[in-house]
């Protein structure tokens, strides 16, 4: 099988030399973690303690607040000092913070579930559910919800996304190379919930030692197929992976189930893994600190609610002249003023510009060019959809797909008048979502 892709789409720096030969290394405890109760899409959880109570790692302290919503276990032993509002990434939600004790004692219902084999579909989700197990990639969707689909809705494939096609990002590369046999495991077993005897691996050409890995790592079962991917941006959005590795296409509108797939990320299948072999609940997860801002990049696997700050501290620091911090990769990530929030199960990246890095260009009148409508993976119209957002006509933008973007920002990438694209899309949907909830 040759190198499979999609249409459209941008070939940006891949910026990976800073950490993508650098192991992982796991993080110094934190003296206290504070763990949101809001980390993934859905429902917050509602605390299961109170100020004072003794916890143990992998005790659940946080209740699923609805389906589409999942638990939240402690990272640490130790003691609840607060519950209450705490910063997060983008504003605050109620957190609880934990004082480590050091001891790191795992809690009783920490224990194997049992061989695969003798698991059902039904008993795997359950288990996915109860391990507050969402998608790692960047996004923080219930991985249970997504592995329940409407009886309608008939899956026949199964996809992990290795590509990591974000720049600067290693820590899937990194799990792929150090860690493939859990990611073969979470596939087989994801593969069994639908009854399927066939999955893939999507792996970016530019990731040679990971394909290679991958394949050996599959080797005992002959339904895992490993694909390689032409290396191009945004082919690891599931949108874009159905496409290449199967040629389906999602419907306007639609969900993965609608092409009949379901794409999960090689860190979720690794944790599906961790959940069913130990018992132990998502907890921690690595992430890459990187960029020209930080003294020593690294993959490094920290714990749920600890600090940013202190991540960044454990990297050597900040360089003097840095310009712009930001959560996950520079493509989709999120630049944020401050480093005064904890991490959580979606924290992939933290990365760190220089002042001459992020120094943003003037921008300018669009001149139709027509770059942004050519490498758009969606088959969008961004400047129609942006120059309706700027002038709050939410109904054209409506109309004109908006909320079909999936936020890569290639768009923005690829515009010679450095117009916000990203951006105002990225407000239009948010306006346009939060108009249709009112209504309903």
């Known amino acids: 099988m040759g190198l499979l892709s999609f249409k459209g789409g941008i070939h940006p720096p891949h910026s990976k030399e800073y950490t993508e030969d650098k192991p992982v290394v796991i993080a110094a405890e934190p003296a206290m973690v504070h763990i949101p109760l809001r980390q993934h899409i859905g429902a917050p959880a509602s605390s299961l303690v109170k100020v004072g109570d003794v916890v143990k790692v992998g005790q659940k302290i946080g209740e ?92 026949d494939v199964v996809i992990l996304n290795g590509a990591e096609c974000e720049p600067y990002l290693t820590n899937d590369y990194r799990l792929m190379l150090e860690n493939p046999s859990d990611i073969i495991f979470g596939l087989e077993a994801v593969m069994k919930v639908f009854n399927l005897k066939e999955g893939y691996i999507g792996i970016e050409d530019n990731k040679p030692e990971a394909i290679k890995v991958m394949k050996e790592a599959a080797k005992g079962n002959p339904g895992i197929k490993i694909v390689g991917l032409r290396t191009k941006y945004p082919q690891g959005a599931e ?68 600090m940013i700050s202190e991540i960044v501290e454990q990297c050597g620091g900040y360089e003097e002249n840095i310009g712009k911090l930001i959560m996950g990769g520079p493509m989709m990530g999120i630049a944020t003023h401050t480093d005064q929030f904890p991490s959580t199960k979606t924290t992939s990246g933290i990365l760190v510009f220089t002042e001459e890095e992020a120094r943003i260009p ?51 990438f690829v515009c010679p008048s450095k117009r916000p694209l990203l951006e105002s899309i990225r407000l239009a949907k948010r306006e346009i979502l939060a108009q249709r909830r009112k209504t309903k």
């Open 64 to 155: 699923a607040g609805g389906f589409v919503s999942v638990p939240i276990h402690s990272s640490v032993s130790g003691i609840v000092k607060a519950v209450k509002n705490h910063a997060i990434l983008g504003g605050s939600t109620l957190t609880i913070s934990i004082e480590n004790d050091m001891e790191n004692e795992v809690h009783e219902s920490v224990q194997p579930k049992g061989k695969l084999d003798d698991l059902s579909g039904k008993e795997i989700v359950e288990i996915i559910k109860e391990a507050g197990i969402v998608g790692m990639g960047g996004a923080g969707f219930p991985t249970h919800v997504k592995l329940s689909p409407p009886a309608d809705k008939k899956i």
């Open 362 to 412: 003037e921008e300018s009148q669009c001149i139709k060019c027509g770059k942004c409508v050519e490498t758009c993976p969606s088959f969008l119209q961004p400047s129609y959809i942006s120059a309706y957002a700027l002038i709050n006509n939410l109904e054209m933008a409506e109309k004109y797909n908006a909320l079909d973007c999936i936020e890569c920002g290639t768009c923005s």
């Open 239 to 306: 949108k874009q992976l159905i496409a290449a590795v199967t040629g389906r296409e999602v419907p306007s509108g639609g969900l993965p189930m609608e092409a009949g797939a379901v794409v999960n990320n090689v860190s979720t299948a690794a944790a599906i893994a961790t959940a069913i072999n130990t018992g132990m609940p998502l907890i921690d997860r690595i992430c890459t600190v990187t960029g020209k801002g930080i003294k020593e990049p690294k993959n490094i696997k920290i714990k749920v609610g600890t």
